[in-house]
């Protein structure tokens, strides 16, 4: 088993494939448009106002990334008390909170 943070490998290759998603789903819905070249199976209104809403869905996912990853501080991997501050989510406070003490 390598010494590499595998969940990290994971959530960096999504990432990647996020990215390289955006500039080729147009291309996927212009193909998938072209009465010449898919036939019968074009995609007709409805199917097209789909991938549009899924392209725009794709985008708007990415501009969060983009913002998570901006606002993200290396140091919390380090200090996870300084990340459940800020975030304001106490994870041991919330569940002490439902424990009643008689």
């Known amino acids: 088993m390598p ?3 595998l969940i990290g490998i994971l959530f960096f290759t999504q ?3 996020a990215i390289l998603l955006v500039p080729l789903l147009p291309v996927m819905i212009l193909i998938a448009r072209d009465g ?4 019968d199976y074009r995609n007709g209104r409805v199917g097209q ?3 549009y809403a899924a392209a725009a869905l794709v985008g708007l996912s990415l501009v969060a990334l983009v913002a998570a990853v901006a606002a993200w501080d290396p140091s919390e991997l380090r200090n996870p008390e ?3 501050s800020r975030s304001g989510c106490d994870p041991m406070r919330r ?3 439902r424990v009643k003490l008689s």
């Open 3 to 5: 010494r590499l943070p």
């Open 36 to 39: 010449e070249l898919m036939g």
């Open 15 to 17: 990432v990647v494939n």
């Open 95 to 97: 569940s002490l909170s």
């Open 49 to 51: 106002a789909l991938a």
């Open 82 to 84: 300084k990340a459940a």
